[in-house]
Nanobody, 115 residues
């Protein structure tokens, strides 16, 4: 089993920045993919960004140039640095961990972009 704990969400004004963190614990495989997804009210959950244990990354078009995903393998933690936030970024952000055994999700953290 893998447990994921997200933190760093909150209320931010348009144009502002936030950094999300997700700490994984439990039975962590050295080869894995961690990432961030988001779900706005009435919308499907969508990819924001993912990063492999080898630090290869992939971003949604909406995140390119504004968001940066990174990880600290020693801490089993993945980060999402978000800048130039807009109201359209308002959503619950979920952390995801995947390896050869399966996929695990965090409980989500709310990000609200509003003036």
């Amino acid at each position: 089993q893998v447990q994921l704990v997200e933190s760093g969400g909150g209320l931010v004004q348009p144009g502002g920045s936030l950094r999300l963190s997700c700490a994984a614990s439990g039975s962590i495989d050295s080869v894995n993919i961690m990432g961030w997804y988001r779900q706005a009210p009435g919308q499907q959950r969508e990819l924001v960004a993912i990063i492999t244990s080898g630090r290869d990354t992939n971003y949604a078009d909406s995140a390119k140039g504004r968001f940066t995903i990174s990880r600290d393998n020693a801490k089993n933690t993945v980060y999402l640095q978000m800048s130039s936030l807009q109201p359209g970024d308002t959503a619950v952000y979920y952390c995801k961990y995947a390896d050869w055994r399966g996929t695990y999700w965090g409980q989500g953290t709310q990000v609200t972009v509003s003036s």
